[in-house]
């Protein structure tokens, strides 16, 4: 069975710019979660999408927005990039649960 | 203080050492208890997850998991070159809530 799958894998982009991450889950995962990774902060929580609706939210601003499609792949977009937004960014999927989560490899933006 | 504690290392231990990392909590409301480990340049890999307190034992790997302490411990037997990365607890209230994670512990297995 494949892994999750996310595409770019590394991206630079300009102050102010904005951006879309895409995350395809492992065939038959309906919920598909997003984090950022920084050195200082770690693994922090976006939001979580389950069947196309979103489920959780974590405590970031209102530029960074997500979407789930039916087939459940799904983008994240920040608008207005700044410096502190430079990060991995890691989707993960699971059948339903929160426990049982599967990352992909993640998208290093670079915001310059 | 942040919810998840973990020691952030790096832990250098001699190839064949038993490994011990660990995480500490403050919310009461964890259930579920989560390791993962991470390759440099990968995403988090799921090594195993427990429910409530106890053992979970899976190949050279235990979970332990102390609820009363609000402490929890990863151990690794028989550690090989090939375990040295960085591990992460992460734990959530239940099925449906987000995880949070520790900080993560880099780990560095020698020959």
């Known amino acids: 069975k494949a892994g999750v799958t996310q595409t770019p894998r590394y991206l630079i982009k300009t102050r102010g710019q904005q951006v879309t991450l895409s995350c395809s889950p492992i065939?038959?995962?309906?919920?598909v979660s997003w984090y950022q990774q920084t050195p200082g902060q770690g693994l922090q929580f976006l939001f979580e999408?389950?069947?196309?609706?979103?489920?959780n939210k974590g405590n970031f601003p209102g530029r960074f927005s997500g979407r789930q499609f039916s087939n459940s792949r799904s983008e994240m977009n920040v608008s207005t990039l700044e410096l502190g937004d430079s990060a991995l960014y890691l989707c993960?999927?699971?059948?339903?649960?929160?426990?049982?989560?599967?990352f992909g490899p993640g998208t290093r933006l670079t915001v310059t | 203080q942040k919810e998840v504690e973990q020691d952030p290392g790096p832990l250098s231990v001699p190839e064949g050492a038993i490994v011990s990392l660990n995480c500490t909590y403050s919310?009461?409301?964890?259930?579920?208890f989560m390791w993962y480990r991470q390759y440099s340049r990968k995403g988090p890999e799921l090594l195993m997850y427990t429910y409530s307190s106890g053992n979970k034992e899976d190949g050279r790997f235990t979970a332990q998991v102390d609820k009363s302490s609000k402490y929890i411990s990863l151990f690794i037997r028989d550690s090989q070159p090939s375990d040295s990365a960085t591990y992460l607890c992460a734990m959530t209230p239940g099925t449906a809530s987000k995880l949070t994670f520790g900080t993560g512990t880099r780990l560095q297995v020698t020959l």
């Open positions: 999408y389950f069947s196309e609706t979103q489920r």
């Open positions: 065939s038959g995962h309906r919920s």
């Open positions: 919310n009461s409301a964890f259930q579920y």
């Open positions: 993960a999927s699971s059948l339903a649960n929160y426990y049982e989560q599967y």
